[in-house]
């Protein structure tokens, strides 16, 4: 398996060398973590928010601004590619990890879930390493307090300098866009949720338009969400037979989902804001495109809907 800290740690070089440039702050904590704000104290910005979105798949994806289509929304896109899907999404970009303390909680992604290594998802894949040292990142409105970095360094195994966190907040421009660029993840947890081998994908590629930034987390939580929910579009390279294709494709789509079809914020509200108590099966893109390289056939499932998109975009 390849070393996906060690991969995280170099994309996050010229970050940690040419801050200013970036438009992001790094700093030690007194136990010494060290941490790039991307979107909290500092604005970080376009390419913060790219360099993080490809850290948060440890390498092992390009992530880019694109033209955006017109039908579903007129600002650019976030699209993301990976030939390395399982270790870039599963391992690496999937938000597995609630960080929780005193006044404190974020949405954990990033390598260092594979050294912490206790998500099931982890052990089912066989993605668990030891790494020297640790990469994560939190979507979070604050940076973390010293006690949390310390939880975050003896949860990996790791001493606490040998930890770096990168973190952003819902409402920045980097921390848009480093959510809306896990298209390619939904639809793959969304898949192994039922029950598809996902050693059989090969390569991902993900589109999803970028929203506004909005002036709080939670309009922040809901814009990003319904790009991919509603405007997302997923194409995966794999192996599979073709009739099982077709039997599990129309579950993949969001549009499954009994929760589908309201704005994300309002489904949020109804749920008292609690991620868990939504239908899991609604966290995935509009549209899936499966092209199975055994048989060379192409199998679509889903649509775009541009209404909710800008409803969303607009509220």
Same mark, same amino acid.
């Given at each position: 398996m390849m070393l996906l800290n060690e991969l995280a740690?170099?994309?996050?070089?010229?970050?940690i060398e040419r801050p200013e440039v970036f438009a992001i702050g790094v700093s030690l904590t007194e136990s010494g973590v060290r941490i790039l704000d991307c979107g909290v104290q500092f604005r970080g910005g376009i390419e913060a928010g790219l360099a993080m979105a490809e850290v948060c798949l440890a390498g092992l994806g390009r992530v880019e601004l694109t033209a955006g289509q017109a039908e579903i929304w007129g600002?650019?896109?976030?699209?993301?590619?990976?030939?390395?899907?399982?270790?870039?999404?599963?391992?690496? $970009?999937?938000?597995g990890w609630q960080v929780v303390g005193e006044d404190y909680f974020a949405m954990g992604s990033g390598p260092m879930r594979a050294a912490r290594g206790r998500e099931d998802l982890l052990k089912h894949i066989g993605c668990q390493e030891n790494p020297g040292e640790v990469v994560?990142?939190?979507e979070s409105g604050k940076i973390p307090p010293d006690t949390i970095c310390q939880q975050i360094a003896a949860d990996c195994g790791v001493a606490a300098d040998r930890v770096t966190l990168l973190v952003a907040s819902t409402?920045?421009?980097?921390?848009?866009? $480093?959510?809306?660029?896990?298209?390619?993840e939904t639809c793959l947890h969304k898949m192994h949720a039922l029950g598809f081998d996902l050693t059989q994908v090969v390569s991902g590629y993900g589109l999803a338009p970028l929203p506004p930034v909005a002036a709080d987390f939670l309009v922040g939580i809901g814009r990003t969400n319904d790009a991919v929910l509603y405007g997302g579009q997923v194409t995966l390279w794999l192996r599979g037979d073709d009739d099982d294709l077709q039997q599990?494709?129309?579950?993949?789509?969001?549009?499954?989902?009994?929760? +589908?079809?309201?704005? +994300?914020?309002?489904?949020f509200q109804r749920y008292e804001r609690d991620f868990y108590k939504i239908d899991p099966l609604l966290f995935s893109p509009a549209q899936v495109t499966l092209n199975n390289l055994n048989s060379g056939s192409t199998h679509?499932?889903? $649509?775009? +809907?541009?209404?909710?998109?800008? $409803?969303?975009f607009a509220g």
């Open positions: 740690l170099e994309r996050c070089r010229c970050l600002g650019p896109s976030v699209q993301v590619s990976t030939d390395h899907p399982v270790e870039a999404c599963m391992a690496s $970009q999937y938000a994560g990142v939190l409402s920045s421009l980097a921390g848009n866009i $480093q959510v809306v660029a896990r298209t390619v599990l494709g129309p579950k993949i789509p969001s549009c499954a989902s009994s929760d +589908f079809g309201a704005p +994300f914020a309002e489904i679509r499932f889903g $649509q775009w +809907f541009p209404d909710v998109v800008r $409803q969303s």
